[in-house]
């Protein structure tokens, strides 16, 4: 499995993507430039990453630029073909605003930036020590789509407590339901706010953003990576 990693004109965690997928987790990376639109070396079995950061300055609304990039053009063409993308915090926003990913994730309720340690709960069915990083995290969408993401197990993380408890004292944005991260009907098409790929090194002691990467991508390859 290949993962392809989007830069963007104000891309800032593209190098953690990239050091985390090929230094922690030991999988071949290739960088990708927004103006570029060959993905021919990828098939459907590989990934294609759109990193956190604020892409084109976040000019207009979050990834509302970005989505309209050669690359993303590329992106959506393969996602629509069966590949897997994912997206972090800016890379969310992107797919939400390219219709990959229902929704839109709007400002925070406390109207401020959170950079801060949190805990998300998946179908790993534990709480994750995971950081955020923005000031437009809170997902909102209407009740039918809420209940479609539901209906449909599209929900795939939720933020917690540290014992995995879903609560609205764990809810550091005002998201709806404490979502944390969504998937398309296909689960091939994944985003989330809160970065994984600075959770996977044991010299931050934290490594549970390695168990993020294994559940959505890696349950097939070799269990060392979680070493």
Same mark, same amino acid.
Request: hydrophobic share 35%.
């Given at each position: 499995?290949?993962?392809?990693?989007? +830069?963007?004109?104000?891309?800032?965690?593209?190098?953690?993507?990239?050091?985390?997928? @090929? %230094?922690?987790?030991?999988?071949? &990376?290739?960088?990708?430039?927004?103006?570029?639109?060959? /993905?021919?070396?990828? *098939?459907?079995?590989?990934?294609?990453?759109?990193?956190?950061?604020?892409?084109?300055?976040?000019?207009? @609304?979050?990834?509302?630029?970005?989505?309209? #990039?050669?690359?993303?053009?590329? *992106?959506?063409?393969?996602?629509?073909?069966?590949?897997?993308?994912?997206? &972090?915090? !800016?890379?969310?926003?992107?797919?939400? $605003?390219?219709?990959? /990913?229902?929704? +839109?994730?709007?400002?925070?309720?406390?109207? =401020?930036?959170?950079?801060?340690? +949190?805990?998300?709960?998946?179908? $790993?069915?534990?709480?994750?020590?995971?950081?955020?990083?923005?000031?437009?995290?809170?997902?909102?969408?209407? $009740?039918?789509?809420?209940? $479609?993401?539901? =209906?449909?197990?599209?929900?795939?993380?939720?933020?917690?407590? =540290?014992?995995?408890? &879903?609560?609205?004292? #764990? !809810?550091? %944005?005002? *998201?709806?339901? !404490?979502?944390?991260?969504?998937?398309?009907?296909?689960?091939? &098409?994944?985003?989330?706010?809160?970065?994984?790929?600075?959770?996977?090194?044991?010299?931050?002691? %934290?490594?549970?953003?390695?168990? +993020?990467?294994?559940? /959505?991508?890696?349950?097939?390859? #070799? #269990? !060392?990576?979680?070493?």
């Amino acid at each position: 499995m290949k993962f392809g990693v989007i +830069v963007f004109p104000g891309s800032n965690c593209d190098q953690d993507m990239i050091g985390a997928l @090929r %230094n922690d987790l030991h999988q071949e &990376v290739i960088e990708l430039w927004h103006k570029d639109h060959d /993905l021919s070396m990828f *098939t459907e079995e590989d990934c294609i990453v759109l990193p956190g950061g604020f892409s084109y300055g976040d000019y207009l @609304r979050c990834g509302a630029i970005a989505r309209f #990039s050669p690359m993303m053009q590329e *992106t959506i063409k393969f996602a629509q073909r069966g590949g897997k993308v994912f997206g &972090v915090c !800016n890379g969310f926003q992107i797919l939400c $605003e390219a219709g990959l /990913l229902p929704g +839109v994730l709007l400002k925070n309720a406390n109207q =401020q930036f959170v950079c801060k340690n +949190v805990y998300i709960t998946g179908k $790993e069915n534990k709480a994750l020590k995971i950081p955020i990083a923005h000031g437009e995290g809170r997902f909102h969408a209407d $009740e039918k789509t809420l209940q $479609e993401l539901e =209906q449909n197990d599209q929900i795939i993380y939720r933020y917690c407590d =540290q014992h995995g408890e &879903v609560n609205d004292a #764990s !809810n550091p %944005n005002g *998201t709806l339901k !404490n979502i944390a991260g969504i998937c398309n009907k296909n689960r091939n &098409v994944f985003g989330m706010m809160p970065h994984p790929e600075r959770a996977c090194s044991g010299k931050l002691a %934290n490594q549970d953003g390695k168990t +993020v990467f294994n559940s /959505l991508f890696l349950q097939n390859v #070799s #269990s !060392n990576i979680l070493a």
